[in-house]
């Protein structure tokens, strides 16, 4: 079973979202998946605590029924509203992947907000 989602997110990160979901040969709502279940031990209370400007861009995602529980259960750990929580999951798995990647590559070319 399946769990469709629309988050709300800042034009820069719906745009990073999709840009690293690009590079990365996949789609924005797998990125997102992963990176929910994934990222929760990685998240800082500062990744989350302000939004600088409004949530005016949004991104469809459909997840996995147990991925999704997973995810809430993490975002409801961390105090954060789910919807928050998934999108800067998602921006905290790009800057992860570009510690991962040499200077120069597509994966560093990726502006990320607050990375």
């Not at 800042?10 to 709502?29: D, K, M, N, Q, Y």
């Not at 459909?62 to 998602?90: F, H, K, N």
């Amino acid at each position: 079973m399946t769990v469709t989602l629309t988050l709300h997110a800042t034009p820069l990160e719906a745009s990073t979202i999709r840009a690293a979901a690009a590079v990365g040969g996949f789609s924005a709502e797998r990125l997102i998946e992963h990176a929910a279940v994934d990222m929760g031990g990685m998240m800082r209370l500062q990744d989350w605590q302000s939004a600088t400007e409004a949530l005016s861009d949004t991104l469809t995602v459909e997840m996995g029924d147990a991925e999704y529980s997973t995810a809430m259960a993490i975002a409801r750990r961390l105090s954060v509203p789910e919807g928050r929580y998934l999108v800067l999951a998602a921006l905290r798995y790009v800057c992860h992947q570009q510690r991962s990647y040499p200077p120069g590559s597509a994966w560093r070319a990726i502006q990320v907000p607050a990375c």
